[in-house]
């Protein structure tokens, strides 16, 4: 929750049509050495700024791709094991995103096995037993 926050107060801050005119933000561009960077990263930000609906776009389309992967988890867990015997789907919204972070983040050669690893973690801690089989 603190992390959306974070992202949508950025996502904000980054459209908020004046940020490149504000003071303290130009005083960042004339340093030595990192001033370029912070221009660059100006730049940047008002290319988005001019260009909203691309921004918004991408948002939506990144929002549907996560929903349809969660989706699809969700639907091959149903055809393994049938509805009453895994979490629910809103379950698997909370938790199938945070075993893709574990997947990503564990170092193992091409991420094999930790994603699987996390799944079945959160599938315990939701009720859910290793064969699929809800615990009494």
């Known amino acids: 929750q603190v992390g959306s926050l974070a992202s949508v107060v950025g996502l904000l801050v980054v459209l908020w049509p004046r940020l490149s005119r504000?003071?303290?933000?130009?005083?960042?561009?004339?340093?030595?050495?990192?001033?370029?960077?912070?221009?660059?990263?100006?730049?940047?930000?008002?290319?988005?700024?001019?260009r909203w609906r691309v921004l918004v776009l991408s948002i939506a389309m990144s929002v549907v791709s996560h929903a349809g992967l969660i989706l699809s988890i969700y639907l091959g867990a149903v055809a393994l094991h049938g509805r009453s015997e895994i979490p629910s789907f809103t379950a698997h919204l909370q938790f199938v995103p945070a075993a893709e972070l574990v997947g990503v983040l564990v170092p193992f050669p091409g991420g094999t096995g930790a994603l699987e690893e996390a799944m079945a973690h959160f599938y315990d801690l939701a009720g859910a037993r290793r064969d699929g089989r809800r615990r009494s």
Request: overall charge positive; glycine content about 10%.
């Open 22 to 50: 504000v003071r303290g933000v130009q005083r960042l561009v004339a340093l030595p050495k990192v001033g370029p960077i912070f221009g660059e990263l100006i730049n940047s930000v008002r290319l988005y700024q001019s």
